[in-house]
């Protein structure tokens, strides 16, 4: 019987999209956003060497961010912001808990 029970709230789900589908705010989509975080995480793993110790510790996510850099020192390809690069870091840092997933 407890197998019914998502079944059933499944089940519910086209109803509930369609009764609410007014309420939604509706957006096309923008690309991936992959390449930008490719280009963030590559970006602070060059400026912080080959050594993967020194991407755990502290100032790693620092040595991405635009602001510490002048505008003739900051690279073109630099189209991120301060936020951008913690929102990667947060979303790094919430995948960090698939790595051991098998384990």
Not at 13 to 23: D, E, F, H, M
Request: glycine share 6%; net charge positive.
């Amino acid at each position: 019987m407890a197998f019914l029970l998502p079944t059933c709230v499944f089940a519910l789900t086209p109803i509930v999209l369609y009764v609410g589908r007014n309420r939604y705010i509706k957006t096309p989509p923008a690309g991936s956003i992959l390449g930008k975080c490719l280009r963030v995480l590559s970006f602070a793993v060059k400026k912080s060497g080959p050594n993967p110790v020194k991407w755990i510790r502290a100032g790693f996510w620092e040595r991405a961010l635009p602001s510490r850099y002048t505008e003739a020192e900051k690279p073109a390809f630099m189209t991120w912001d301060d936020q951008w690069v913690w929102e990667v870091r947060k979303g790094l840092k919430a995948c960090q808990v698939f790595a051991f997933l098998p384990i």
